[in-house]
């Protein structure tokens, strides 16, 4: 079991001041020695540690620094999506990319069916999808070759106006063609 030694970090004590709850601008924290420690991670122990840590300096209330947290458990290799799932359920209202990252991190799993599951979660929290969210879905459903689940995802795509982007119509068009729906991905 390999642990991250804090006390080997060249840091002061000042670092570790605790933030207020609002969220400081990113710059600030962008290369913040507990989110740096991130990097280092290579199992899910390490990653718990480094978790404490961010809870210990405050970090954890920030958007930035939860978003950085997530993103590490949801695509990192290192990384575990029930730990991020756990995350993003302690958090009182997560942000768009949060969900995203969520959603794209199920997506890249054995079930991709759960990032529709998520997605719908999103939706019924009040968090409006963006140009991010839509790839990430369709691609899932190209995964399950569920027509009919990318179909009412396009549906949505037209609703809100997310047409006009290159990234959306690219994943539109795979998943039809993956699908075999080859007539309406000429149409797009």
């Excluded at 001041?17 to 991130?38: A, F, M, Q, R």
């Excluded at 961010?54 to 993103?71: D, M, P, R, Y």
Aim: contains cysteine; glycine residues 4%.
């Amino acid at each position: 079991m390999a642990f991250i030694s804090l006390s080997s970090l060249p840091i002061s004590p000042s670092t570790f001041c605790v933030l207020p709850s609002s969220d400081p601008p990113y710059k600030l924290l962008e290369n913040h020695p507990s989110l740096n420690l991130l990097s280092q991670c290579n199992n899910i122990q390490s990653l718990k540690q480094v978790h404490t840590h961010i809870i210990k300096t405050g970090l954890h209330n920030t958007q930035f620094a939860l978003s950085k947290l997530v993103e590490f458990c949801a695509v990192s290799p290192s990384g575990d999506i029930s730990y991020a799932i756990s995350i993003l359920e302690a958090i009182e209202e997560p942000n768009q990319f949060i969900w995203n990252t969520i959603i794209r991190g199920l997506s890249l799993s054995s079930d991709p069916a759960v990032a529709i599951l998520f997605y719908v979660r999103m939706i019924s929290s009040g968090v409006e999808p963006n140009s991010y969210t839509f790839p990430v879905l369709l691609k899932s459903c190209a995964k399950m070759a569920d027509t009919h689940e990318g179909k009412q995802l396009h549906g949505q795509v037209l609703k809100l106006g997310l047409d006009s982007d290159a990234f959306v119509n690219s994943s539109l068009i795979n998943m039809y063609e993956q699908n075999c729906e080859l007539d309406i991905a000429r149409l797009i």
